[in-house]
Structure formats: C-alpha cells, structure tokens
C-alpha cells in the first residue's frame, strides 16, 4: 500500500463491469481511489483457454476451464431456496465476471425503462433512455463493440461501432429461415474488437471468450479500465480483500469499509469519504444486509426495506440443431467469436402474445471444440464415431433469453446462522419464477420450434417443463426509484438514506428487459460517476 493516504476520496468495492468503470471516471475526474476486490488477478498466461479437452482432468466437463475465476470458496458458500434450475453467478477474481463473459452488449430501448406506463406492470425507472443514451455512446467507444446500428426500434444503435464479425455458413441458413418468418436475424454487438482498438489487438476466432481472452481482444476491466484509472496516479488498488460490513459515523454516513484480507485471515479497514458498492447483484445486496448498525438495523440504507428484493433476471431456453446442408461436409475452424448474429425481440409485434415482457435468441454462444453432440446420440465404437465426426460441421446453437419480472417475492437474504471461510453470512437465494414468466417462457419455446421448422437438420430440443435462469444476468436487488418507501436508490445510484452510498452494478435495475445488462450496467456507473464528481465539487457529499 506505500504512501497511500489516510482516509480516500472514494473506496469501490468490486473490480468488475461497474467497479471498473466507476475508478477510471472517478480517477480521471481526480479523486483518490481506492479498489477493494475479493479476488486476485489472474495472468492471462495462466488462462487455460486453448487447451484442448484431453488436457484437462475432466476434458472441461467440469469447468476446469472457468476455476481461475470462482477463487477461494465463493461457488460454495450460497444456498439456495428457490425451484430447481435456478443459478446465479459470483464471480471472485480481478475483474469479476468481465473475464469470463460473452460482451454481448446491447442498449435498452426506451420502452424498456417505462414497463409501468406502457405496460401496466412493475415500475417504471427514474431516468429514461435518453438520459442514458449519452454514457451508452461514450462506454460504447471506450469498450470497443464491434456490429451495426441496424435502426431498430427495440434495439437502439450507436454512432461508432467496429466493424461487424463475419457470419459462418449455419448463419446464412439461419437467414433464410428467419426472412421465411419476417423475423429480424442482425450481426451481434459485442464488445470483441474486429480491429486493433485503443492499443488493444484485434480477436484472433479462438471461440473461447467466456473461458478468458489471452490476448484482451474482449473487454475486461483488468485489460481496459483498470489500466486508465491506474495511469492517472489516483488509484490504489487492494486484491484479495473481502469487504465484510460498511461502517457508519454517528449520523449514520459511511465512513469506512472492513474487510479481511484473504491471505493473512486478517480484517482491516479502509476509510473513505464516500463508498460505491460494485460487487455484483447478490454480494451487493449481501455486503448491505450484512452492514447493520443502530442507525441502520436493518442493513445499510434499507430503510424501505427492499434491500434483497426483486431479484430478478433471465429465463433460458436452448435448442441445438445440426444443419443437414452442412453435415458431411469438410470439417473447417469455425470458431469464431462466439456468436456472430442475434435475433432481436420480435415478439412485441404480437399483441395475442399474451404475456408482458419479451425474449430474443442469442446464437453460436459455444465454442466448436467440444462435440456436444457426442453425449446426446445413442450408439458406441466406429460407427458413432463416424456420425459424431458427419454432424459437427452441421452444429448450430439457438438460446432464448428472456425476462422475467422483478417481483417482490423473490429475494436474497443472508444467513446469520451459516458463514463462508472468512466468518461472513452467506447469502440465501429464493426465487420462484412467476405466472408471467412461465407464459413468456413458453412463447420463447414457440418461437424457437417456428424458426427450427423452416430448418432442415437434427434437432436436440431442451425437454424441460419448467424455465431455467438466471443466465447470469441477474439484477434488482438494490432497486432504483423515485419513492425513497419502495425503492433504495435515485437515479444516481445514490442511497436514498445514506448520501456518501451508491451502488453502481446491476442490483440498481428497476426492471429488466430481454437484453443482456452489462452495456447498461457500465452506463449507469459512468452516469454516476459524473453525478459523484459534480456533488463532491458543490460539496453536497
Ligand atoms: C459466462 C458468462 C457470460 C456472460 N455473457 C454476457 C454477455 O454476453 N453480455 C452481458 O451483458 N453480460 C454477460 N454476462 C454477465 C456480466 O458478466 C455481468 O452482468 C457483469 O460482469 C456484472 O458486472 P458487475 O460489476 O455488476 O459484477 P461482476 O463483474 O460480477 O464484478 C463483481 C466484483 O466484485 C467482487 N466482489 C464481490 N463481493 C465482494 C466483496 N464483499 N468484497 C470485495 N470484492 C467483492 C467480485 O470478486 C467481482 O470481481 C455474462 C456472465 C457470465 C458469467
Ligand atoms: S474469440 Fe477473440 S475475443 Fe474471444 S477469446 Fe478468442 S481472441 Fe479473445
């Protein structure tokens, strides 16, 4: 730590998509930072990404790939209370889950933000998509998103994109089924660069994003934001250090953060004027119920009591196919970049749709490497081998994404009872999918078999009769609203109880759409970042 100073400007807790983006605006803007972060940081060197399955213990089967993020006992210490098929994602590693993320990355449409007036259900947001659409802009150039803007009504566009990746042979045919439909099929936006961007060097099609990027062609915070926030001089930054509680002043203001750090087992703490929690839906909520004191007993600025609830996020729905023009055909490197093209919302077109909300279909999400195929077919010896090896090229993936309602009745708790290896209450999920969803979740099934039907090929439907989620896109805990009774923060991400308290990642959602959220995520840290600054000059925090 040398010569850092006694108390910072501002402490961020997390590294990840929010924290990364709120140090380089804040450091740039001149405040002393400092970064508390769970995790460590992991050399790309160490990335296990373009191994191929026999060399690992399992061939990847359980995840050996993906271990360098979920460090210490983080994949353990969480229960859950929920249906079956209900998964949320901590990671614990510089970077959080932007090192093992997909970057697709897509604005929310106006409607998106007003579910209450256009649709009669949940709440609207505090800001509208025209506040945000400036810091949409301005992350967008900065993370480097590579595609069109394809003027869609449903999907707004930027000014600056890369140029889009090139679409495989399973993409072309996917088009003619789609136009058969009138459903829209566009080049995906990522935030993969398709050419040397702000030093970074263009993605090689290695097909491994979301097994970590050697070469830092994806964004990541530790490959992008970090490293600005650290040239400015104003960064200090604290891996393996886990923050316990937020500590209070007699006025109930933050004034400092405790955490252990994970390798001496020791806990410490850090003062700072004013604390942004970046840790991530659940652990956001978990860090704020587990930071009780008398002003706040029912966690820090929870006075509505809505900390924990609302969780909410995506339903999924998979189908892999095997194109019969493409089977039998000259096997061929078709890795890529994950995916290549998306199908937007087209649902909303529908007015017998007879559900709220909509989903789109993310496609070529897996890697070509492993033969997926291998486990669903009957058969053994040659002859298997053979139909393994005539179907690969054919090989297609489709996966529904949809949302589902930010309700209440879902939430995170923490457990007093039971703690993780650093003597901090868990965090418990309960989540139930509601009516709604299961309705959206059929139509998303619907949509699939309309588009598989004007495919020619084999077919591996998902035959599950209930969703799965939350893809890892969940969000809501640590709600936005205009009404301090029923919400936890403005549309800063500011605490409405406490002043010196915002929390930037996607805990803040007030609802969520069919999109995936860190685009939005990075843009509401940017915005708050600004709104820190400005407050901090006028001496209003
Ligand atoms: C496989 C995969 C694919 C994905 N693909 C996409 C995609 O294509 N598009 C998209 O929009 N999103 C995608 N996501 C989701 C995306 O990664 C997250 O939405 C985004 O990273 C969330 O950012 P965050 O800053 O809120 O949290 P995170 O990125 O999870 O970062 C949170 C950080 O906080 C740290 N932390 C937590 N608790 C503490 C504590 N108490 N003390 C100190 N540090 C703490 C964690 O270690 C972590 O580094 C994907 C995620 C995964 C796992
Ligand atoms: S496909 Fe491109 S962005 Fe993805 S891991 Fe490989 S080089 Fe990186």
Redesign the pocket.
């Given at each position: 730590m040398g010569n850092q100073p006694q108390e910072f400007d501002v402490c961020i807790?997390?590294?990840?998509?929010?924290?990364?983006f709120m140090a380089k605006e804040l450091c740039e803007g001149g405040a002393k930072v400092v970064m508390?972060?769970?995790?460590k940081e992991v050399d790309p060197s160490d990335l296990l990404s373009h191994k191929w399955p026999y060399e690992l213990p399992y061939s990847g089967l359980r995840r050996e790939k993906?271990a360098y993020?979920y460090q210490g006992d983080?994949a353990t210490s969480i229960r859950y209370e929920s249906q079956p098929n209900v998964h949320v994602?901590?990671?614990?590693?510089?970077?959080?889950?932007?090192m093992?993320?997909?970057?697709?990355?897509?604005r929310y449409a106006p409607q998106d933000f007003r579910e209450w007036t256009l649709a009669g259900i949940e709440d609207d947001w505090p800001l509208s998509y025209e506040e945000l659409a400036p810091y949409y802009e301005r992350v967008e150039q900065i993370i480097g998103v590579c595609g069109n803007n394809d003027g869609l009504e449903i999907l707004p566009g930027g000014n600056h994109y890369l140029p889009p990746l090139p679409w495989r042979c399973s993409e072309h045919i996917l088009k003619r089924a789609t136009d058969a439909l009138n459903i829209p099929l566009i080049s995906v936006r990522?935030a993969v660069l398709t050419k040397p961007y702000d030093d970074r060097p263009a993605c090689h099609h290695c097909g491994h994003c979301?097994d970590g990027c050697d070469a830092s062609a994806i964004f990541t915070?530790p490959g992008c934001t970090l490293p600005k926030a650290a040239a400015t001089g104003n960064f200090t930054l604290r891996q393996n250090?886990?923050?316990?509680e937020i500590l209070v002043d007699r006025e109930g203001r933050a004034r400092a953060v405790s955490?252990v750090d994970t390798i001496t087992k020791s806990t410490e703490e850090i003062k700072a004027r004013i604390v942004v929690v970046?840790?991530?839906?659940v652990?956001?909520a978990?860090?704020l119920l587990n930071s009780v004191s008398p002003q706040h007993p029912g966690g820090l600025g929870n006075s509505s009591g809505v900390i924990g609830q609302y969780l909410h996020g995506h339903s999924n729905a998979p189908v892999q196919i095997y194109l019969k023009e493409l089977q039998g055909t000259k096997p061929i490197n078709q890795d890529g970049a994950t995916?290549h093209v998306y199908i937007p919302r087209f649902d909303y077109r529908d007015p017998k749709r007879g559900y709220s909300g909509g989903y789109a279909f993310?496609v070529n999400?897996d890697s070509y490497m492993f033969p997926r195929h291998a486990r669903l077919l009957k058969g053994y010896g040659l002859d298997f081998k053979r139909k393994v090896r005539t179907m690969q090229p054919g090989y297609m993936i489709l996966g529904g994404v949809g949302k589902s309602m930010a309700v209440k009745q879902n939430y995170v708790s923490v457990d007093k009872s039971q703690v993780d290896a650093h003597g901090?209450p868990i965090p418990v999920v309960h989540f139930q999918f509601t009516d709604n969803d299961i309705l959206l979740w059929k139509g998303m099934r619907n949509g699939l078999q309309q588009i598989i039907s004007k495919l020619s090929g084999d077919v591996f439907f998902d035959e599950s009769n209930s969703p799965s989620g939350l893809?890892?896109?969940e969000v809501g805990t640590v709600r936005m609203g205009k009404d301090p009774k029923t919400s936890a923060l403005n549309s800063f991400c500011q605490s409405h109880d406490v002043k010196n308290l915002f929390v930037t990642?996607?805990?803040g959602f007030t609802t969520s759409s069919e999109?995936?959220?860190?685009?939005t995520?990075m843009a509401l840290?940017m915005r708050s970042a600004e709104y820190l600054i400005k407050q901090r000059r006028l001496g209003a925090i």
């Open positions: 807790v997390g590294s990840g998509a929010a924290g990364g508390l972060e769970g995790g993906q993020f983080v994602d901590r990671a614990r590693v510089l970077g959080g889950r932007t093992h993320w997909n970057a697709v990355s897509l990522k979301m915070s250090a886990l923050a316990r955490f970046c840790c991530g839906t652990e956001s978990r860090l995916d993310q999400y901090i893809a890892s896109h990642d996607g805990s999109k995936n959220p860190t685009l995520i840290s």
